[in-house]
């Protein structure tokens, strides 16, 4: 019984000392994990409005399936940053074909709409997918998430 109690304080104390030590950044300061919702704004003026986004519904995800080159020791780094999703406008056709083929990628509304549609239809799917079976589910489905511009760009 002793023996016990002991094993689990070293536990609990192990458990929070891993807990509070975290992942550093290279200056040595704690990475933070924003909490609840925030806004992704668009680079220019006259786009839709912004949107709020869920950070805390998206837990359940793996950090790289959105920050995909984000190499786990060090601070993430806003999408729309140079290099990344920073075009605030779709090239022509002409000169995205005789430049980088990547350019599409770096238009940061296909990015975005590719990235969050594209896993929000991924999940409505799966969800249909499930119910057609019958099978005894349980609990609940996971929420899609929206796939109609309205459903992220509020009214304003």
Same mark, same amino acid.
């Given at each position: ?16 000392? +891993? ?6 950044? +290279? ?9 609840? @919702?925030? @806004? ?12 709020? &986004?869920?950070?805390?519904?998206? &837990?359940?995800?793996? $950090?790289?399936q $959105? ?8 601070p ?5 940053t ?16 005789? +430049? ?10 296909n990015?975005?709409h590719?990235?969050?549609i594209? $896993?929000?239809?991924k999940?409505?799917l799966?969800?249909k ?19 109609? $511009? ?7």
């Amino acid at each position: 019984m002793k023996t016990t109690r002991v094993l689990i304080v070293a536990v609990l104390i192990t458990l929070f000392v +891993a807990g509070s030590i975290g992942p550093a950044s +290279a200056e040595g300061e704690e990475m933070v994990v924003p909490l609840g @919702s925030f @806004s992704i704004n668009p680079p220019s003026e006259g786009q839709r409005s912004a949107v709020q &986004f869920p950070h805390s519904l998206h &837990f359940d995800y793996a $950090c790289k399936q $959105c920050h995909h080159k984000w190499k786990g020791d060090e601070p993430i780094v806003g999408c729309m940053t140079q290099g990344c999703h920073d075009l605030a406008q779709l090239p022509k056709k002409e000169a995205a074909e005789k +430049a980088d083929p990547s350019l599409k990628a770096r238009y940061f509304k296909n990015a975005f709409h590719k990235q969050c549609i594209g $896993c929000h239809r991924k999940i409505k799917l799966e969800n249909k997918k499930l119910e057609m079976t019958k099978a005894g589910l349980e609990g609940r489905l996971p929420a899609p998430g929206p796939t109609g $511009c309205n459903g992220c760009h509020l009214p304003e």
